[in-house]
Nanobody, 124 residues
Framework: QVQLVESGGGLVQPGGSLRVSCAASGFTFRNYWMSWVRRAPGKGLEWVSSIDTDGRIKYYSRAVQGRFTISRDNAKNSLFLQMNNLKPDDTALYFC?????????????????WGHGTQVTVSS
């Protein structure tokens, strides 16, 4: 049974940093691209970032490019998102998701397994 469990969310001031994590189980983690997707209050889902199986290829949305860094530890079946220079617009529920096809690395409608999310709130 595939499970994705996010952690590390919280309240942070604008300009601050936070790292969220995702623990994966129930599948061969190193064989899949992985992604982060978020949902801001009152808005729809927004793709944030994706990473290839080895952690060498990384893609980011324009909204987070240069501020967020995605990474993974295949030995620990874990996915991470380091978020720096956070802005109030980054306030959202952040989901970890499995990417079944690299051809659709930024199309969250194709992602086949999701965690329940971890809340990140950026506010002074």
């Amino acid at each position: 049974q595939v499970q994705l469990v996010e952690s590390g969310g919280g309240l942070v001031q604008p300009g601050g940093s936070l790292r969220v994590s995702c623990a994966a189980s129930g599948f061969t983690f190193r064989n899949y691209w992985m992604s982060w997707v978020r949902r801001a209050p009152g808005k729809g889902l927004e793709w944030v970032s994706s990473i290839d199986t080895d952690g060498r290829i990384k893609y980011y949305s324009r909204a987070v490019q240069g501020r967020f860094t995605i990474s993974r530890d295949n030995a620990k079946n874990s996915l991470f998102l380091q978020m720096n220079n956070l802005k109030p617009d980054d306030t959202a529920l952040y989901f970890c998701a499995r990417v079944p096809s690299r051809d659709y690395y930024n199309d969250y409608t194709t992602f086949d397994h999701w965690g329940h999310g971890t809340q990140v709130t950026v506010s002074s």
